[in-house]
């Protein structure tokens, strides 16, 4: 039973570029969330997904944006990359059948922005 | 909106011994989780531990388990017999019943001495 898949491992790109990860979802869930965590610092909520929508939003600029497709997988997209965005942006999937918690999460993405 | 504080950011313990690990919250939410997450240096942020705020009884999990306190919004970790894998970032979250997101505290880096 597969978990939680991130995809790059690594990614290094250059201040105003744009960039696109992609998550795939532990079998038999349904949502996706994501989380920037920055080095040192607990993960912060960036979005979350259900039904190809975003259902909830944390405190992120509009150059954070996400995609679900129909088979619940995720991609999390930034555009005009700064500094400040350079992070580990980890994955988590979880059930809306399944009342509450847990998310399983993935081993993110490190992201480095020069 | 919730908050999370962990005000310990390094500790360390000799290996078979017993130690804790601090955090507060606060919540307006009646209905909440709390977990406690591990995070080595594989990155995968995994699940040690969870408590339903509704239930009176202290959640455990072989050697580990928590201090629930409700009224002083408190929700601290102990580690018993304490192995070597037991090294990495400990982080605190609370989930609220009505939101999607967890809410992460800023980490407790756990040294495990042989």
């Known amino acids: 039973d597969a978990g939680v898949t991130q995809s790059p491992t690594h990614l290094i790109k250059t201040r105003g570029q744009q960039v696109t990860l992609r998550c795939s979802p532990k079998?038999?869930?349904?949502?996706v969330s994501w989380y920037q965590q920055a080095l040192g610092q607990g993960p912060q909520f960036i979005f979350q997904y259900y039904e190809e929508e975003e259902r909830q939003r944390g405190n992120f600029p509009d150059r954070f944006s996400g995609h679900q497709f129909p088979n619940y997988s995720s991609e999390l997209n930034v555009n005009a990359l700064l500094l400040g965005d350079s992070a580990l942006y980890l994955c988590?999937?979880?059930?809306?059948?399944?009342?509450?918690?847990?998310?399983?999460f993935g081993n993110g993405t490190r992201l480095t922005v020069t | 909106a919730q908050t999370v504080t962990q005000s310990q950011p390094e500790m360390s313990v000799q290996e078979a011994e017993t130690v804790t690990l601090s955090c507060t919250y606060d919540?307006?939410?009646?209905?909440?989780?709390l977990f406690w997450y591990k995070q080595p240096p594989s990155r995968q942020m995994i699940l040690v531990i969870r408590?339903?705020?509704?239930?009176?009884q202290n959640a455990t999990e072989n050697r580990f388990s928590v201090n629930f306190q409700k009224a002083a919004k408190s929700f601290s970790l102990k580690i018993s017999d304490s192995q070597l894998g037991d090294a990495a970032m400990y982080f605190c979250?609370?989930?609220?019943?009505?939101?999607?997101?967890?809410?992460f505290g800023s980490g407790t880096q756990l040294t495990v001495l042989p």
């Open positions: 079998s038999g869930h349904d949502t």
């Open positions: 919540t307006s939410e009646s209905d909440y989780y």
């Open positions: 988590a999937s979880s059930s809306v059948a399944r009342q509450g918690p847990p998310l399983h």
């Open positions: 408590q339903e705020a509704y239930k009176q």
């Open positions: 979250a609370a989930q609220g019943g009505s939101a999607r997101q967890l809410t």
